[in-house]
Structures are given as C-alpha cells and as structure tokens.
C-alpha cells in the first residue's frame, strides 16, 4: 500500500500520468494498477496539472526582518509553492535564529546567506566594508549545513555606497573559501557598472533581477544584450527573474525573450507588502506574466522547477523520477483576459493565469484556498 496515489495527472505536454508516493518520495510514475491501493488517493480527472513541486528561489521570509519580511507558509505552501529560498534577508549575526523559526513551517525553506553579517537591517549593509566578516560567514556556514545553500551580494548604488565593486570581490573570496557555494548578486542602479559585476562572475553564480528597467540592466540603449551578459552567460552564469516591487519590466523582458535570452528561473522576490499591494502578488502571478513575452508553459514550469533546483543544487527537488523527494504543485491554467503590472507601473493583458490548487510537500497535501472550492478534491 502506498501512502499517496494520485490519479489521471495532467503533464504540461498534456499526458496523463498516475503518480504514487510512499515514505516522503515518488514511488512510480505511469499508469498504476486498478487495485492499486493507498492511504489517500486523488483523482484529478485529467483537468488538474501535476508538475514538480515549484521553488521560488528568491524570497523574503525572516519575518523579524525590519525592511523585508514574510511568513514562509503564506508564501509557500499557501501559494503552491513548495520549497523556498529566502535571498539574504539575514547574514551570520541571525541566519541561526532563522533556522529555528523555519523548523516549524510546512514549506521546505532554506537560506542565501548575506554577505553582511546584519542582513538586511538597513538597504545599504555593504556601506561599510567591516561588515563583511569572513570568519562569521563561514562559521554560519559551518553551524547551518544543508539550511545555507549559497550567499548574497547585494550589488546596487544604495547598498554598496562608496564602496563600488569591492564587496562583490570579497563575496568572489568568501563563494571561493566555502566550497563554491552559489552566489547569487542582486544587480540595480549603478555604480558599480553592470559589465564589472559581471566580468567577476563565474558559472553557476546567479544574477537575479535580471530584467530590470533600470539604466544599468541587461540589454544596451539600443535594446541588445550587453556584451559582458554574454561573455556571462557562455562562461555558466545564471539570470534570475526576483520580480519584486522594483525589478521586473515588461519592456526589458519582452526584448529579451525575442532575441533568444530566457530566464534559468523565475522568481517572486515576494515579501509581505509586495505580496499584498502588488505587483508581485505570488509565485503564480509572476510566472503567469512570462506568458505574454513569448515563453509556453513547459519553459515557465520548468524554470521554477529543474532549473531551480539546478541553481541552488538541490538534486532531490524539481523533478518528477522515482526516489526525488515527493513534492508537487497541482495547478489549473485558466484562460480568461487578464491585466498583468509591472515594477515599472507598466500594464500587459495577457489571456491565462496559472492557479495552483494543492500543494505537495514530501506526500502531504495542502490545499490553498482555490483547491478548498474544486470540485476534484
């Protein structure tokens, strides 16, 4: 007997496939036997997507966090997310703190570590360069094994003051110092210039905010990719959506997509107000917006599952195989006429929204509040 049988799912290429769970991991995939038998089984009737659970790889959810701050559940599980990964909200001074207030929620999270021990307390914690504490980075690190899946570097005028490009060249230290764990630096208005953040990074590092409407972004005046984002991109370097209040524009990501430049994945950058007030909103709503520059729903999927859990080297997550840990997001496409808004204020109709129902964490099944009032549960 299986704990979990899930029934008639819809893949994103439109198959239908059974799914069985047992012991918190995917147990077979196919079409099960009749008698097959479980502690609960669903039936999804063939109008109910199943894809890997989806990971939002760049949140805030340290809710002591006095700028940025959220409940790990009402963003995740809530929302049909399954795991999240909270992009240095703490640095060494909290991120233990954190682990313990995360022992508690029903979404799988973990930690990009700040390279600045406070976190973010204030917005500009790389300001001062004695914040950078490379012994307690690594002792965080060390105390947190399995929690910190990679750092942070917050690389933006406002963050790094007078200090240009150097904090990022001691996160390059740090990244190298603690098995190259993933980077992930958050790229704003200038200094430093986009093109010396990116002639520092190296594959697997993470550029998140990667279609911003500001003047240091991605793609020249004339609207092409920058030559040192190529040279970025050949070297493995990674471009992450993290929408968030002021980092995601219709117009830059709309010129992207046509030349051939997708996001690895998509993010929210959610945190309470950006999750309330818009024009993050959830997971779902930003992902939906890829739908109207130009990306089908086995790229969206795909960037909030494999290659998320690529990018932040979570090999158990992201992907439906047998003995992957047991995680799904049950998720309807509707199509109806939808308005979607940008950070820039900028408004796309677009035609279909991604609605999860459930989701999945290890062979539990959560409802969010659209799958409390669906008739196939």
């Known amino acids: 007997m299986y704990d979990l049988i899930i029934r008639r799912a819809k893949r994103t290429d439109g198959s239908l496939t059974d799914i069985a769970i047992q012991d918190g991991k995917f ?27 989806w990971i939002d790889s760049h949140v805030h959810c340290y809710p002591k966090s006095p700028i940025y701050h959220d409940d ?19 640095g060494a001074n909290d991120v233990d703190d954190f682990y313990q207030i995360t022992r508690t929620a029903k979404t799988n999270v973990y930690a990009f570590l700040n390279i600045a021990r406070t976190g973010i307390v204030t917005q500009n914690e790389l300001a001062d360069m004695s914040q950078i504490d490379k012994a307690g980075v690594r002792d965080a690190i060390a105390r947190n094994p399995g929690f910190i899946i990679g750092i942070k570097a917050r690389m933006s005028s406002s963050v790094v003051g007078q200090n240009g490009i150097k904090p990022l060249v001691r996160a390059k230290e740090i ?6 764990l993933p980077l992930m630096v958050h790229i704003g208005n200038n200094p430093p210039n986009l093109d010396e953040i990116a002639d520092l990074l190296t594959s697997g590092d993470i550029i998140t905010h990667c279609y911003n409407g500001k003047p240091n972004r991605i793609l020249s005046p004339e609207g092409v990719l920058r030559d040192s984002i190529k040279r970025a991109l050949s070297r493995g370097v990674l471009l992450d959506v993290g929408h968030g ?11 992207a997509i046509k030349q051939g430049i997708l996001p690895h994945t998509i993010s929210s950058d959610i945190y309470c107000r950006n999750r309330m007030n818009g024009p993050v909103h959830s997971l ?5 917006k890829f739908f109207s520059v130009g990306m089908t729903l086995t790229q969206v999927i795909d960037c909030v599952t494999s290659h998320a859990a690529d990018a932040l080297r979570l090999p158990a997550k992201g992907r439906l195989e047998v003995g992957a840990d047991a995680d799904l997001t049950l998720f309807e496409q509707r199509f109806a006429p939808q308005v979607f808004v940008d950070s820039e204020g900028q ?10 129902l459930a989701a999945v964490v290890a062979g539990v099944t959560l ?9 196939v549960f």
């Open 27 to 53: 147990a077979a995939f196919g079409t099960l036997a009749a008698d097959a038998t479980a502690r609960q089984t669903l039936d999804l009737q063939g109008k109910v997507y199943a894809s890997a659970g």
């Open 72 to 90: 790990a559940d009402l963003i995740g599980v809530a929302c049909g997310v399954t795991t999240v990964a909270d992009a240095g909200s703490t």
């Open 175 to 180: 990244q190298q110092e603690n098995d190259d």
């Open 245 to 255: 209040t002021a980092s995601f524009s219709f117009e830059v990501a709309g010129l």
């Open 284 to 288: 779902a709503t930003v992902m939906s």
């Open 347 to 356: 408004s796309v109709k677009g035609e279909s929204l991604l609605v999860p």
């Open 367 to 375: 409802l969010t509040e659209e799958g409390k009032s669906a008739h």
